[in-house]
């Protein structure tokens, strides 16, 4: 493997008795109770094994989830009890992506998938199976994932670690837990992970395609008080993801008579550099205010994803080129394009608002009613 890959995480089984709350109905309630297949990863499992080094490390390891690792770890996407992907149609997920609650999906390039950052410092993971367009909405076609971040706390913590392992690869975290008064706490995550090499290597710019880094960080400041608590957040992250991997193996045709298969297997003569990447900033408010016959919840979230997928799309040099007709392999009068190149640009600006109020009748009825805007702009930076 290029990277020292996290122990994926397991999922908690739904079978289990015991006291795992989870917000799958947009209420706060037992796994046990609510009628939906569903899987919960619960942060201290997550930190138990390493964390996550993608959204695949979640998903493989989860019944009736598959992911669709086609291209790269960009615009590579989740499906669910067989539902649908977008890939090579400028479609969206079948798969609704959720943050807290407030929908993080969406966009033609870069929004199929969570952001390496959307997984780190989470409180758990909840996988819903099946239709979850009542309550979801928007994708949610195949079933949702809802990535619960681990919030200021009355209690002071936190913790360091460091990670080192072949081909470069480092990796730094660290979250600081502070109350300030009774009711007021902050919460400060960061993480900064490198890795400078690989296994396909481009001699000519003297770079790794597979290589990658993401530096992430994260300000949090919550308020509590009785029954009403409020929570602010800020992000702020940039991701370089093992690039699009094109390897040159022409079949032979009139140009090529003899076929060319000339290209090493692990090196890529390209004359441009082969780049995936992602810039996402997100601000978040969200509060809850607990009355005696139900619960009132807030949900903001305006998020910003700059998305950059680009690459050598003929897939040689001028060097190669030499070696290619050295070798006779190329018709009388053919040539070959050593310039071409491909860069697909993104830019997704979206607002999430939600407001409902939620409570219950008795011990068998539930009852919930709100409203939910998303506005979102996607197009070419």
Do not use: C
Not at 182 to 203: E, I, V
């Amino acid at each position: 493997a290029q990277t020292p890959t996290a122990a994926k995480a397991a999922p908690r089984d739904t079978t289990e008795v015991g006291e795992v709350i989870v917000t799958a109905r947009k209420r706060n309630e037992r796994l046990r109770d609510v009628p939906v297949s569903a899987s919960v990863v619960e942060g201290s499992e997550i930190a138990q094994r390493g964390g996550l080094q993608g959204v695949k490390d979640l998903v493989t390891s989860l019944p009736s989830v598959a992911f669709g690792d086609t291209s790269t770890p960009l615009t590579s996407e989740v499906s669910i009890r067989g539902s649908g992907t977008s890939r090579g149609t400028s479609a969206e997920s079948g798969v609704g992506l959720y943050r807290d609650g407030a929908y993080v999906g969406g966009g033609a390039q870069g929004g199929r998938t969570f952001s390496r950052f959307d997984l780190f410092d989470v409180s758990q993971i909840e996988v819903l199976r099946g239709t979850q367009g009542a309550l979801y909405g928007r994708d949610a076609v195949g079933g949702a994932i809802n990535v619960i971040t681990a919030r200021p706390s009355p209690t002071a913590s936190g913790y360091v670690s460091a990670k080192a392992g072949n081909v470069g690869y480092t990796e730094y975290e660290g979250v600081l837990n502070q109350p300030l008064t009774d009711h007021l706490a902050f919460r400060l995550s960061g993480d900064d992970m490198k890795q400078s090499k690989g296994f396909y290597y481009n001699p000519d710019l003297d770079k790794y395609i597979d290589a990658q880094s993401t530096y992430a960080y994260r300000a949090q400041l919550r308020y509590e008080n009785g029954p009403f608590d409020a929570n602010l957040m800020f992000e702020h992250a940039k991701n370089k993801y093992p690039a699009l991997n094109l390897q040159l193996w022409v079949q032979p045709n009139p140009s090529e008579p003899q076929g060319i298969f000339i290209e090493p297997k692990f090196e890529r003569p390209h004359n441009f550099e082969d780049s995936d990447t992602d810039q996402v900033n997100d601000i978040e408010f969200t509060s809850n205010y607990r009355f005696n016959f139900g619960t009132l919840t807030w949900i903001s979230l305006w998020r910003e994803r700059k998305d950059l997928q680009q690459f050598d799309n003929d897939i040689i040099d001028p060097g190669l080129l030499a070696q290619i007709r050295a070798a006779g392999l190329l018709a009388p009068g053919a040539t070959l394009e050593t310039n071409g190149t491909q860069q697909n640009h993104g830019k997704t600006q979206s607002f999430n608002q939600e407001l409902y109020l939620s409570g219950d009748l008795g011990t068998r009825w539930t009852w919930l009613l709100g409203g939910e805007y998303l506005h979102l702009q996607d197009g070419d930076t």
